[in-house]
């Protein structure tokens, strides 16, 4: 286990097998890039699933002639609360239609009317915009997007494959290990342009979802974030969770870029686009427009194929060793491994309540720092050989840990009501002078800002 088994090089590496994934490869492939898809899920679970209940959302002027991408876009931000991007949201709601017809021409038949498109009418909207796929389809769009990419001859695909680090150099990402999960064997990928396309932060809530880590070291990396607070999840009222859709992520730009130079996001591991809440139907349209988007631009603005230096992988593969020796390690009053992850998303979970104050959210704070101090201090497998899954455990908590106190943390600095971050000390929205907040990790420490939004969409 963790020998270096192959170096692969490719214009492009997607990382994620979504349907902002498999959007990203597929268009970057046809954009002249070669492309290494890298599918994190054990098997291909990500890609199942029906379209019961799916509704993506575009303006049809030509069965609602007032209807256009500008009142869409109009809705999305007032749903949102006004704090959503109105660069990203214009992108989106001008894109919809156009993917629309390419997700048919991947096979995707939309429920009709005759000629017309059936639309139903969706919370938030102003008319009717929300398409669904053909129900008599038999084929979901996550499946049948995955049939996308292996017709691209140009996609290669590592299926079970965990990304352990992203390689820097310079402050530019220059490439990533992973981790195969069914050898134990490290490959190292040397790419022009990466795209992270690996969901949103909902690990944080449900370790089950493997979804956020990823997130968390690039954010160690220097990647900015954007909103992080809104990945917060509430309690309903009969105690259930909730997990909401997170606006929060990787800040980007319209070219699906963030502020370090190579790093491209797309899916629910982009945040800023929608603002404090998502207009329903627009999830779908997002992934697929803005996964799109990324992968065009990935292999446009390509860099040519850098050059990894060896001894940032040797510190990577020397970092992978120790924290298996670490994990193999007998200690007195040891703490399983296997039994973290479930008490880690307990304590996010019971930091959420319905109204919030300061000094709550400060208790969570000081609760979750405390966490950090000792979860890597006494922790073991309890047995002699630690397994493949164990290191991705450990890492995956890495990461999440890294989130976690940067969406706490912001959710303190928010100190106003809005969506789901509701404070019972300040309960008025500060309508007139709206702000999102952002998130770097610069010497060690999270640095939040309050940046201000644009108010001057003309509509």
């Known amino acids: 286990m963790l020998r270096v088994r192959e170096y692969l090089i490719s214009d492009v590496v997607v990382i994620g097998a979504g349907i902002a994934g498999c959007r990203a490869a597929v268009e970057a492939c046809e954009y002249g890039a070669s492309v290494i898809l890298v599918n994190q899920a054990s098997g291909r679970a990500n890609v199942q699933g029906t379209n019961n209940g799916l509704y993506y959302s ?24 006004g704090t959503g991007d109105i660069s990203l949201i214009s992108l989106l709601c001008k894109e919809a239609l156009r993917n629309a017809w390419e997700l048919e021409r991947y096979g995707i038949a939309w429920a009709r009317n005759g000629v017309d498109f059936e639309l139903s009418m969706l919370e938030g909207h102003s008319y009717p915009r929300g398409l669904r796929p053909d129900p008599d389809l038999e084929i979901s769009i996550p499946q049948q997007l995955d049939k996308q990419v292996n017709k691209h001859v140009g996609i290669k695909r590592l299926d079970n494959c965990f990304v352990t680090t992203i390689l820097m150099e310079e402050k530019e990402a220059v490439g990533i290990i992973g981790l195969d999960q069914d050898s134990g064997d490290l490959l190292v990928l040397t790419s022009g342009s990466i795209v992270l396309a690996c969901g949103g932060m909902s690990g944080l809530f449900s370790f089950e979802s493997s979804r956020g880590s990823i997130i968390g070291e690039a954010y160690k990396l220097g990647a900015e974030l ?44 982009a945040g800023g686009i929608h603002g404090a809440n998502v207009l329903p139907g627009n999830s779908l349209p997002e992934a697929v427009v803005f996964g799109g988007t990324a992968g065009k631009q990935s292999a446009l603005e390509r860099r040519p194929i850098p050059r990894i230096k060896e001894e940032g992988v040797k510190e990577e593969v020397i970092r992978l060793r120790k924290i298996t020796k670490r994990l193999e390690k007998k200690i007195d009053g040891q703490e399983l491994l296997s039994g973290i992850p479930a008490r880690f998303n307990s304590l996010m979970v019971n930091s959420c309540n319905p109204e919030n104050s300061y000094d709550l959210l400060k208790q969570n704070v000081n609760q979750l720092n405390a966490f950090k101090e000792e979860w890597n201090q006494n922790i073991s497998i309890g047995q002699e050989k630690a397994t493949v899954q164990d290191l991705v455990t450990y890492i995956q908590l890495e990461g999440l840990l890294s989130l976690a106190s940067v969406v706490l943390n912001a959710a303190v600095l928010r100190q106003e009501s809005r969506s789901h971050n509701q404070r019972i000390d300040s309960p008025e929205k500060e309508l007139d002078c709206r702000k999102n907040i952002t998130a770097s990790y610069e010497g060690g420490q999270d640095t939040l800002s309050l940046l201000q939004v644009e108010n001057d969409f003309a509509f």
């Not at 049809?60 to 749903?79: G, L, R, V």
């Not at 009969?238 to 730009?253: H, K, V, Y």
Request: glycine share 10%; charged share 20%; aromatic share 10%.
């Open 226 to 269: 954007i909103s992080p607070e809104t990945g917060y999840v509430y309690i309903c009222e009969d105690g259930a969770l909730n997990t909401i859709e997170s606006p929060g992520g990787l800040r980007i730009n319209q070219n699906c870029q963030t502020n370090i130079k190579g790093l491209y996001a797309a899916g629910e591991a």
């Open 58 to 81: 575009a303006s049809i002027s030509s069965q609602y002639p007032d209807d256009n991408w500008k009142q869409h876009a109009k809705d999305t931000f007032e749903y949102g609360e």
